[in-house]
T-cell receptor, first 114, second 118 residues
Framework: DAMVIQNPRYQVTQFGKPVTLSCSQT?????MYWYQQKSSQAPKLLFH???????NEADTPDNFQSRRPNTSFCFLDIRSPGLGDAAMYLC?????????????FGSGTQLSVL | AQTVTQSQPEMSVQEAETVTLSCTYD???????LFWYKQPPSRQMILVIR??????QNATENRFSVNFQKAAKSFSLKISDSQLGDAAMYFC???????????????FGTGTQLKVEL
């Protein structure tokens, strides 16, 4: 089945140690998003790629970076994780060419910072 | 900027009964989409139902239906014949319409935690 896959499901890192979360999709969607969701809160958009164009949200910390080497893959890099970065990170995709207009989400990566 | 408000942090319903979750939004746009997403304990976001603003008819998906009041900017979700598997966090979300070339973002409400009781 076509889907959005996030690895790993759980990630533990140390304070200040760089970490990379990955997302892949078989939907061939041209837009990919990264959301941060802290406990009992709504997901918050960090940035998204429209094709190869990177779109950063104004309030996303510089500590968060992203790469999209091809249509199928997108990575979230946290350069120096702090305790406040512990959260669920959700990857999502959408197709701006054919619709439908909803976002398709992966299962998320739960990040813990020790 | 668009905002989405869910005023019910938590709701409970008896199994087989009906429950309505509220959502209001604020926008100056005329073309947009509204969604209800379900997030069970697994944290996977699952689309429940979608409504296009240009459609007057309320969307329905099996036991799930919406009451879309465009003038009032209200978008409530009705769950009929509630089942234990419906227990989850429900998020209302807004998205601008049209193909802007920059990707259209989802703006989420703060969520309603639905509990289903035997």
């Amino acid at each position: 089945d076509a889907m959005v896959i996030q690895n790993p499901r759980y990630q533990v890192t140390q304070f200040g140690k760089p970490v990379t979360l990955s997302c892949s999709q078989t939907l061939n969607h041209n837009v990919m998003y990264w959301y941060q969701q802290k406990s009992s809160q709504a997901p918050k958009l960090l940035f998204h790629y429209y094709d190869k164009d990177f779109n950063n949200e104004a309030d996303t910390p510089d500590n968060f970076q992203s790469r999209r080497p091809n249509t199928s893959f997108c990575f979230l890099d946290i350069r120096s994780p702090g305790l406040g970065d512990a959260a669920m990170y959700l990857c999502a995709t959408s197709s701006e060419l054919t619709g439908p207009m909803e976002l398709f989400f992966g299962s998320g990566t739960q990040l813990s910072v020790l | 900027a668009q905002t989405v408000t869910q005023s019910q942090p938590e709701m409970s319903v008896q199994e087989a009964e009906t429950v309505t979750l509220s959502c209001t939004y604020d926008t100056s746009e005329s073309d947009y989409y509204l969604f209800w997403y379900k997030q069970p304990p697994s944290r996977q976001m699952i689309l429940v139902i979608r409504q296009e603003a240009y459609k007057q008819q309320n969307a329905t998906e099996n036991r799930f239906s919406v009451n879309f009041q465009k003038a009032a900017k209200s978008f409530s979700l009705k769950i009929s014949d509630s089942q234990l598997g419906d227990a989850a966090m429900y998020f209302c979300a807004y998205r601008s319409g049209g193909l802007t070339g920059g990707g259209n973002k989802l703006t989420f409400g703060t969520g309603t935690q639905l509990k289903v009781e035997l």
